[in-house]
């Protein structure tokens, strides 16, 4: 009989992922590919809006710090609706493998909850920390508080309870192996999203890659390249629809990651659970507790 601490095999976790993704793909999918798709095409618009006024003569300086102050708080708020967005998933994620089921303005609600937001704003602060710090350290804090979102969703518990908990969880290792660690397996986890968003990211880039170095080297067989902000502008401008696609296209890989995430999640604390549970069980009996199953 298959022991209850023992771990769900990383392949069936992708497949049952992967299952889980086309199944809620549609209620998922545009309420956040949208609000991300919009706000990323919004970088380049800002960014050629600045070229501009470069291009303009001699530029002021107010104009030139209030053109650098706008387009980064586009970028900021870009970040912030990325962010957001992205969090939404793990929501909805989480409470698709619950009671509650999958509902997107629910999951965006969750996500700007005070106490949720300011977890999350928490956990950004302090992996942009470790990754100032030699990039590491950032590494293992973004792994470390990987599980954060479902946490606070499933056990209703936030700010440092909530990262204490989920590096709890990650760090839980009873066999003492490196290639059973959780965190290995949230690297792998991750690994794999940022696998599938390169290639995604290089194939809708390309295509624009190419016409900007077509652009270019007819404007310079032209001799019209006597202003270099203008033609920096048109490049820019044509990231335009480059990030439209990207980000659409990452969306797609995000709902995937969150349902292996969350599935690894609730996989952890069944197993912690039952552990747990067998552990008493034993004491109840007058027998010594036994260790895990090996995972």
């Known amino acids: 009989m298959t022991s209850v601490t023992e771990p769900l095999p990383f392949r069936l976790l992708i497949d049952e992922a992967m299952r889980l993704t086309r199944r809620h793909f549609r209620q998922m999918y545009l309420p956040v590919a949208v609000p991300v798709a919009l706000t990323q095409a919004l970088v380049p618009i800002a960014q050629a809006l600045v070229y501009r006024g ?23 708020v870009t970040g912030t609706v990325w962010g957001l967005g992205y969090g939404a998933l793990l929501v ?15 999951a965006w609600l969750t996500m700007v909850r005070p106490r949720v937001f300011g977890t999350s704003l928490l956990t950004a ?8 710090l030699c990039l590491l350290p950032g590494v293992f804090v973004m792994l470390a508080f990987s599980l954060a979102v479902p946490v606070m969703v499933a056990e209703r518990i936030y700010g440092t309870t909530a990262l204490a908990r989920a590096v ?4 839980q290792n009873p066999e ?22 390169s290639i995604a990211g290089f194939i809708v880039q390309l295509p624009f890659a190419i016409a900007q170095q077509i652009l270019m ?15 920096m502008t048109t490049m820019t401008l044509l990231q335009v629809p480059a990030g439209v696609l990207n980000a659409l296209a990452t969306t797609v890989i995000q709902i995937y990651l969150s349902f292996a995430l969350t599935l690894f999640y609730f996989d ?22 036994v260790p895990p199953a090996a995972g």
């Open 54 to 76: 470069f291009s303009t003569g001699t530029p002021d300086p107010t104009s030139m710090i209030a053109g650098m102050v706008g387009f980064l708080g586009v970028v900021f």
């Open 92 to 106: 909805a994620a989480t409470e698709a493998q619950s009671d509650a089921g999958v509902s997107m303005g629910r």
């Open 125 to 132: 602060l302090a992996t942009l920390v470790g990754c100032v």
């Open 168 to 171: 709890s969880i990650v760090r």
């Open 176 to 197: 003492g192996r490196f290639a059973t660690h959780p965190m290995v397996k949230v690297f792998l986890i991750l690994a794999i999203g940022c696998l599938l968003s």
């Open 217 to 231: 080297f007819r404007a310079a067989a032209e001799g019209e390249m006597t202003d270099p902000m203008q033609m």
């Open 268 to 289: 952890l604390r069944r197993r912690q659970e039952g552990g747990d549970l067998e552990s008493a069980i034993q004491e109840m009996a007058g027998r010594a507790p």
